[in-house]
Each structure stands twice: as C-alpha cells, then as structure tokens.
C-alpha cells in the first residue's frame, strides 16, 4: 500500500479537542508495511525544506540521504514533535522519520499521557523500532541516528542499546536523548558509547526522579566515563573516537525544549521549573545539530 496523506486528525484515536495543525508540519505518512517504509509501524516522514545549510548533494554531504528517528514524548505525535522533527531535517539535510508507536492515538492531558505511556509495551516498541532501522538499512540508508524526548528520549537509549552488539541490523551511528533514562530493568545503557556516538541532555531542575533528574544522569555519565576510559578506541566496526556527553541546562525543569504554545502551558499546568529560554534552547540545538552532521556524514 502507498503512503498515506491522511491527516493527523483522523489518525488521532483519543479525542476530537486536538490543537489545530499547522499545515507546514503535515509531513507524509507511511502506513504499516507500505512499499516505502516496510515497518510494522507507521511512520510520519519531514523532509529538509527551505534553504538547507547542508546540501545532499554537495560534496562530503550525506550520501545516500541519512535518517534521523524521532520518537516522541508521552502525548504522541503531536505538533510539538512534529516541529522537532522538521527542525531537525532543515538542520541537518537528513530525513526525519516520526514512528506512531500510539498507533494514531494522541492524549490531550497528562492523565491520557500516563494511561498510553503505561499501555505501551516497551519490549515491544523497541524491538519494532530495532526492526526499522533493520529496514532502513536494506533500503540503502547506510547511517541513521535516533532522537526522543522524555519516554522518546529514553527509547532513543534502549534502540541504541539493543542493537549495538548486532551486526544486524548494526549498531545506530549516533544517540540523542531529552530527559529520558530508560531503567535498568528494562535495558542497561552503560555500553552505548562502545559502538555509537551518544548525548544526553537534562534539566539541572529536573525532578523526575529514577527517569530524567540529574542525579540519575550523573550516575548515566560517571557509567559513560568508565567504559570510554576502560575501553578507549575499541568499536563495534573498527576503531573510532568514542564520545558519551552528557549536557545540563541550568534553571530548567522537565520538557524544555518544547516552545509551542500548548506544549508550554502543559508545562506550566504540570509544574516544570523555568519559562522558555530561546538562547539555551538554541544551545541545545546547536548541539544536536553538530553532533548528527559530523557522525551522519559520509566520509
């Protein structure tokens, strides 16, 4: 089956009170196992639009076109992540792919958001998220990389984990993961770096403790440090720099790079410490954005 143009309306499963879309992040969505995108899940998929800083097609740019994964906060997929993911592709020059792993259902509040994020099966999810980027490589897509935030965030870890080891379908190229720490009953992260590239990124105000404070993280990066300083250049597929960073951003609580209207009045109604800050918000970024152009790139 072809890929889908239906709007995100219809595929939305909870309520019918959604905030009005902005036409410019439609993207196009690729029903499960369609032709392009042989995934069991659907897929929301952002092109690079505008003036792309980082052109396919200049020399020592991405080729073949390189896939960013981007998984979602606890709402779904909503205009927030959807914004994300098309900041990302105008970014970096690559494809960014939203996998629905709701399955079309969107929560409109944190009682909705906690009920769906409970339902999922994480299990599940990542072995289908390992089986996309299993199909991205048989379609040609030689270097992919995957981003979340907050439950994206630490699935974004568990896919990086889960598939390290493998040569099939090989380890991610790089990790980027927004206040989210998978726990260590579900999958242990301490071996990312050996064979990709990984950040993490936290508020110092974080207060959710065990998933995102920055106690937790500490503890991720002291981890992080030791296998990079007992291991050193050892990799997966050869020898490389290893890199583990671990960034904190002061004053700021839970979900702060998000700037869409209702995703910031969710913040405030849920009690996340610190108001939108464009310059730290920009720092972050530019973070990601350098990361995913320098190990996405094609040598």
Request: charged fraction near 25%.
């Amino acid at each position: 089956m072809p890929f889908l143009q239906t709007p995100f309306r219809v595929l939305r499963g909870l309520h019918a009170r959604a905030p009005l879309l902005n036409p410019a992040l439609k993207g196009r969505w690729f029903s499960a196992g369609s032709r392009l995108h042989k995934s069991s899940l659907p897929v929301l998929e952002f092109q690079p639009q505008g003036e792309v800083e980082h052109d396919l097609n200049t020399e020592g740019s991405f080729v073949p076109e390189p896939v960013i994964i981007v998984l979602q906060e606890w709402w779904g997929i909503n205009e927030q992540i959807k914004a994300h993911a098309q900041h990302l592709a105008n970014d970096t020059g690559a494809i960014a792919i939203v996998p629905d792993l709701y399955r079309g259902k969107q929560a409109l509040d944190a009682a909705e958001a906690a009920h769906l994020r409970d339902e999922l099966d994480w299990p599940g999810a990542i072995d289908e998220l390992s089986k996309l980027v299993k199909d991205l490589r048989k379609d040609g897509k030689r270097k992919i990389g995957s981003i979340g935030f907050c439950m994206g965030g630490a699935l974004s870890l568990a896919l990086a984990a889960s598939i390290g080891p493998t040569k099939n379908p090989g380890p991610l190229n790089a990790c980027v993961s927004f206040y989210g720490i998978p726990p260590l009953s579900l999958i242990d992260i301490t071996p990312i770096p050996l064979y990709t590239p990984v950040q993490l990124h936290i508020g110092e105000k974080d207060n959710k403790k065990g998933f995102s404070d920055p106690e937790t993280a500490r503890a991720v990066q002291r981890k992080w440090e030791e296998v990079i300083r007992q291991h050193g250049g050892r990799h997966a597929e050869g020898f490389h720099k290893l890199e583990a960073s671990v960034f904190f951003y002061p004053g700021q609580g839970h979900a702060f790079m998000n700037d869409l209207p209702w995703s910031l009045q969710q913040r405030k109604e849920l009690g996340y410490e610190g108001g939108f800050d464009k310059d730290l918000v920009n720092l972050a970024w530019r973070r990601v954005t350098n990361f995913f152009i320098e190990h996405l790139k094609t040598l």
